[in-house]
Nanobody, 124 residues
Framework: QLQLVESGGGLVQPGGSLRLSCAAS????????IGWFRQAPGKEREGIVY????????YYVDSVKGRFTIYRDNAKNTVYLQMNSLKPSDTAVYSC?????????????????WGQGTQVTVSS
């Protein structure tokens, strides 16, 4: 069974940090571009970062650039999203997605597999 599972969400104070994990089973993430998306209450889902398959190039939307970092651990078949300097506006359900034979995109329809999402709440 091909599956993505996110973990690491929770409640954190403004300025705090969280690390989200996106673990794959049934397939190797090495060959997939991985994107992280988030959906805040009452808002549409937005793509915030991706890491390309192969050369590992990354892209961040302006709202998270300099605060979030995406990276792979191929041995663990997991992609991580390190989130620092969190703001209340980062509160959302975060989901990872894997796309085969795609690069440099945050278009949701181009991704093949999705996790169930993990809640991140930034509040004092």
């Amino acid at each position: 069974q091909l599956q993505l599972v996110e973990s690491g969400g929770g409640l954190v104070q403004p300025g705090g940090s969280l690390r989200l994990s996106c673990a794959a089973s049934g397939f190797s993430l090495n060959y997939y571009t991985i994107g992280w998306f988030r959906q805040a209450p009452g808002k549409e889902r937005e793509g915030i970062v991706y890491i390309n398959q192969g050369d590992g190039t990354t892209y961040y939307v302006d709202s998270v650039k300099g605060r979030f970092t995406i990276y792979r651990d191929n041995a663990k078949n997991t992609v991580y999203l390190q989130m620092n300097s969190l703001k209340p506006s980062d509160t959302a359900v975060y989901s990872c997605a894997a796309g085969f034979a795609i690069r440099s995109t945050l278009i949701t329809e181009q991704y093949d597999y999705w996790g169930q999402g993990t809640q991140v709440t930034v509040s004092s």
